[in-house]
């Protein structure tokens, strides 16, 4: 677990503990991944009185809008090499980008009046489509974040590792019903 050096000219050599860190990028953005998708389609049709079917043909549509806007992000990632790296930046960036899209997704909108229906899908639509944006930002950085094929075994080894160790935590910790004997 020593310092690495770079032996080949424009490759990054990343240290170990790097290695190990990087991957919990993805972590953060699965769990953001996961508590949008579990609940947006619900809450734009109980809790804005949206049909339920545009919420849910919206969320599957804005997968096709993220399919634009990865390339794009992966452009502007390659012309990046700040002071802060060429990651880092588009990872604090995309957090912020998500994490106030939903806050003003989940707490803004319901105080449009239900007299203005075409005002409430409009804020839905534009409010997770900057959601998208962000987590774009996010995942492209982990899916680009290693540039040898070596670092790839140590990155999803430790991402792996970490998952299970959740997955486990999970279903211990969990609340679970009692059944009725």
């Known amino acids: 677990m020593g310092e690495q050096t770079a032996k080949a000219p424009g490759l990054n050599r990343a ?4 290695l190990v860190l990087f991957p919990l990028n993805n972590g953060a953005t699965n769990v953001y991944y996961v508590l949008v998708l579990s609940y947006i389609a619900t809450f734009g049709s109980k809790v804005l009185a949206l049909s339920m079917i545009f919420a849910s043909v919206m969320v ?3 997968r096709l809008f993220d399919a634009i806007t990865d390339p794009i992000i992966g452009a502007l990632m390659d012309r990046t090499n700040g002071k802060f790296g060429k990651f880092r930046p588009f990872m604090v960036i995309g957090n912020l980008i998500m994490a106030a899209s939903i806050l003003v997704l989940y707490c803004l909108t319901p105080l449009i009046p239900a007299s203005s229906m075409f005002l409430r899908y409009a804020a839905f639509v ?3 489509a900057v959601w998208v944006i962000g987590y774009t930002f996010q995942t ?3 899916r680009s974040g290693h540039q040898r094929p070596q670092a790839a075994p140590p990155v999803h080894h430790f991402q792996h590792r970490r998952l299970s160790a959740g997955h486990g935590c999970d279903a211990v910790l969990r609340p679970h019903p009692r059944q009725k004997l």
Do not use: D, E
């Open 15 to 18: 240290k170990t503990y790097q």
């Open 60 to 62: 599957t549509g804005m």
């Open 126 to 128: 534009a409010l997770y």
């Open 140 to 142: 492209s950085c982990t």
